[in-house]
């Protein structure tokens, strides 16, 4: 299966916040609060920022977990980037309308520091098309022939733990 891709920023946007409607922004906003929270409260973690990423290709919203230099161990590395995953995917399933993107098969694509995902807002629970949101993609998008609601919108996300040179 394909990754999620998300869709280019619009050519006049100047804020990764521009194109997610109002109701999913609160909703994203908590998603991602969530997860900084958690990842603040992870032993070894000396703090975390969240911002706003725009580059080249895409913007996204990123979140830095700041690690010991003491740790530094793959096993434990990947603990933190679990505690993320968790938080995120937790997050989601107790909000009302946000969805983390192929979260049944996919949902978050190995970046050289921790991960990336995309979340995307269902406007109608009744009225969704499942596979993009479960899978991650709909094979009947491209021909037009899906007549399910894709995402309302899309906010690009990702995870990196990083290590300070602080101890």
Not at 133 to 151: I, L, N, P, V
Request: proline share 6%.
């Amino acid at each position: 299966m394909m990754p999620v891709v998300p869709p280019p920023p619009l050519a006049n946007a100047t804020s990764v916040w521009d194109g997610v409607q109002p109701k999913f922004r609160f909703q994203f906003e908590n998603l991602l609060n969530a997860t900084k929270q958690a990842l603040s409260n992870a032993p070894g973690i000396l703090g975390v920022d969240m911002f706003e990423n725009s580059g080249a290709m895409s913007q996204n919203m990123t979140i830095v977990a700041w690690a010991r230099r003491k740790e530094r161990t793959s096993i434990e590395h990947e603990q933190i980037l679990k505690l993320a995953k968790d938080s995120i995917m937790r997050a989601a399933e107790n909000s009302s309308g946000a969805y983390v993107m192929g979260y049944k098969q996919r949902p978050f694509s190995p970046t050289d520091y921790g991960f990336s995902a995309v979340l995307g807002g269902m406007a109608d629970e009744k009225q969704a098309c499942w596979d993009m949101f479960m899978k991650g993609s709909c094979r009947r998008e491209y021909s037009g022939d899906c007549r399910w609601q894709h995402a309302a919108c899309l906010l690009p996300i990702q995870v990196e733990v990083r290590h300070s040179q602080q101890e």
